[in-house]
């Protein structure tokens, strides 16, 4: 049986260890402090430090990507993180990595206090994309609209009723009867779209046949003169001058055209007998299937307006907890419709053309919003933190703060009191003052 696993609803880092984890050529073992601080040059390791924390809860590197975390050539290691859960109790979760010498498939173990703990039980604990978007705010602004919504449906529950409330009269009535959820009603739009056009598909081939049959025109039957045929043939034993022989010619295609169009007559004559019938019951049929289709369109037309009030209500519910960050969930196309977007804009601008601090700044208060809306405590990683002097008094209330600083020359290492600790050899070093840590990253070799 599963245990209770309802302390990851806090998650604040004590230390983290790995073996054989990708992006550490060895062992790797951090301290976490409340506020902790990770410093080192490019390309020596920070990122693998976020992805060691988003691997050992999600599976996934920061970014949500699934790659392959075991160190090339090496078949068994592992990532490891002691934390400080919901009730207060220091737990150690571990994820194994086991590939394959045969087919070199990789497989993973997840472990608690040593206890191993089913991916499906974990999943139903931590919601990936959430989980996600607190620890990396970057990921949050790199969601797809349809998932940045999802996001954010989960935690702003919005009643039906408040949103028929801000809707007419006619299209409350055409989703009177419909079952759907905030979720699933893009789905249902789309099956009421092709439950459309099966309709139009068949009312127009009944239309087509409708018109057949009132254009329907039963021809005149020929008499064809057999008396005069019979004196003709008989006139040729005895005159077979080119003017009976003619006459005869003439007389044989009037025959087979009276044969061709009596023949028809019958068939039409027929389809005349039940094409009253046959009317009544197309004409039936269309003007059900127009009906329903009217219907249909209402209902379409009424679960679009649906979801723009809801848009609306979720975005004034967010904007109360935000400041200059702001979010926008839809925009008018040139075509004049609404179209869904997931864009993060802050003081009006985009948050894709906003400088780094800026980014940062966006995302401290992406997290303070998804944290208080989710009533989640988890880690928040500031990646890039050299591009921002002070952080905001927000931080203060914030679960756990992991900031990653460039410092030129120096390999990975985290701040441990008034020192910083080499994650690699394990030996202390004074730390940089401010200035002089900005002057190295900043102006690097010139001085």
Same mark, same amino acid.
């Given at each position: 049986? !599963?245990?209770?696993?309802?302390?990851?609803?806090?998650?604040?880092?004590?230390?983290?260890?790995?073996?054989?984890?990708?992006?550490?050529?060895?062992?790797?073992?951090?301290?976490?402090?409340?506020?902790?601080?990770?410093?080192?040059? &490019?390309?020596?390791?920070?990122? =693998?430090?976020?992805?060691?924390?988003?691997?050992?809860? &999600?599976?996934?590197?920061?970014?949500?990507?699934?790659?392959?975390?075991?160190?090339?050539?090496?078949?068994?290691?592992?990532?490891?993180?002691?934390?400080?859960?919901?009730?207060?109790?220091?737990?150690?979760?571990?994820?194994?990595?086991?590939?394959?010498?045969? #087919?070199?498939?990789?497989?993973?173990?997840?472990?608690?206090?040593?206890?191993?703990?089913?991916?499906?039980?974990?999943?139903?604990?931590?919601?990936?994309?959430?989980?996600?978007?607190?620890?990396?705010? %970057?990921?949050?602004?790199?969601?797809?609209?349809?998932?940045?919504?999802?996001?954010?449906?989960?935690?702003?529950?919005?009643?039906? !009723?408040?949103?028929?409330?801000?809707?007419?009269?006619? =299209?409350?009535?055409?989703?009177?009867?419909?079952?759907?959820?905030?979720?699933?009603?893009?789905?249902?739009?789309?099956?009421?779209?092709?439950?459309?056009?099966?309709?139009?598909?068949?009312? /127009?081939?009944?239309?087509? %046949?409708?018109?057949?049959?009132? !254009?329907?025109?039963?021809?005149?039957?020929?008499?064809?003169?057999?008396?005069?045929?019979?004196?003709?043939?008989?006139?040729?034993?005895?005159?077979?001058?080119?003017?009976?022989?003619?006459?005869?010619?003439?007389?044989?295609?009037?025959?087979?055209?009276?044969?061709?169009? #009596?023949?028809?007559? $019958?068939?039409?004559?027929?389809?005349?007998?039940?094409?009253?019938?046959?009317?009544?019951?197309?004409?039936?049929?269309?003007?059900?299937?127009?009906?329903?289709?009217?219907?249909?369109?209402?209902?379409?037309?009424?679960?679009?307006?649906?979801? /723009?009030?809801?848009?609306?209500?979720?975005?004034?519910?967010?904007? =109360?907890?935000?400041?200059?960050? =702001?979010?926008?969930?839809?925009?008018?196309?040139?075509?004049?419709?609404?179209?869904?977007?997931?864009?993060?804009?802050?003081?009006?601008?985009?948050?894709?053309?906003?400088?780094?601090?800026?980014?940062?700044?966006?995302?401290?208060?992406?997290?303070?919003?998804?944290?208080?809306?989710?009533?989640?405590?988890?880690?928040?990683?500031?990646?890039?933190?050299?591009?921002?002097?002070?952080?905001?008094?927000?931080?203060?209330?914030?679960?756990?703060?992991?900031?990653?600083?460039?410092?030129?020359?120096?390999?990975?290492?985290?701040?441990?009191?008034?020192?910083?600790?080499?994650?690699?050899?394990?030996?202390?070093?004074?730390?940089?003052? $401010?200035?002089?840590?900005?002057?190295?990253?900043?102006?690097?070799?010139?001085?």
């Amino acid at each position: 049986m !599963d245990i209770n696993l309802n302390f990851l609803k806090k998650i604040e880092i004590v230390s983290a260890t790995a073996h054989h984890f990708k992006g550490f050529e060895d062992d790797v073992s951090i301290e976490f402090s409340r506020f902790t601080e990770i410093f080192g040059d &490019n390309s020596r390791g920070k990122s =693998s430090v976020a992805d060691l924390i988003a691997f050992v809860f &999600n599976g996934t590197n920061s970014f949500g990507e699934k790659v392959d975390f075991l160190n090339q050539g090496k078949y068994f290691g592992w990532a490891s993180i002691k934390f400080i859960g919901a009730d207060n109790i220091v737990r150690e979760i571990k994820r194994e990595l086991s590939r394959d010498k045969n #087919n070199g498939k990789t497989t993973t173990t997840i472990r608690i206090d040593h206890k191993t703990i089913s991916t499906a039980a974990f999943n139903r604990e931590i919601n990936s994309d959430l989980f996600l978007s607190m620890l990396n705010p %970057k990921y949050f602004q790199s969601l797809s609209p349809a998932k940045a919504k999802n996001v954010l449906f989960g935690l702003v529950n919005i009643k039906r !009723d408040k949103v028929e409330e801000l809707m007419d009269e006619d =299209s409350k009535e055409a989703i009177k009867s419909s079952v759907f959820t905030i979720y699933d009603l893009d789905s249902k739009r789309s099956k009421i779209s092709k439950e459309i056009k099966i309709l139009e598909k068949t009312g /127009s081939e009944l239309r087509a %046949k409708l018109k057949y049959l009132k !254009d329907l025109t039963v021809p005149e039957e020929i008499v064809f003169d057999e008396d005069d045929f019979c004196n003709t043939i008989k006139s040729l034993a005895y005159d077979n001058s080119k003017t009976n022989i003619d006459k005869l010619l003439e007389l044989l295609k009037e025959r087979d055209d009276a044969l061709r169009n #009596n023949m028809k007559r $019958e068939v039409y004559l027929k389809e005349q007998i039940s094409s009253e019938a046959d009317k009544e019951l197309f004409s039936m049929e269309i003007e059900k299937i127009n009906n329903e289709v009217a219907k249909l369109k209402k209902e379409y037309s009424a679960l679009d307006l649906f979801k /723009s009030k809801h848009l609306q209500l979720v975005v004034d519910s967010i904007s =109360s907890l935000l400041d200059k960050v =702001s979010i926008q969930l839809s925009e008018k196309g040139t075509d004049g419709k609404e179209k869904e977007v997931f864009n993060i804009l802050y003081n009006g601008k985009n948050t894709n053309i906003c400088s780094c601090s800026e980014q940062i700044k966006t995302g401290l208060e992406v997290y303070s919003m998804l944290s208080e809306l989710s009533r989640l405590q988890y880690p928040l990683i500031i990646d890039n933190a050299e591009a921002i002097t002070t952080l905001d008094n927000m931080v203060k209330d914030f679960t756990q703060v992991i900031t990653m600083t460039v410092m030129k020359g120096r390999d990975l290492c985290f701040a441990k009191g008034d020192v910083l600790v080499d994650v690699k050899t394990r030996k202390t070093m004074p730390r940089m003052e $401010e200035s002089e840590m900005s002057v190295n990253r900043i102006l690097g070799d010139l001085f």
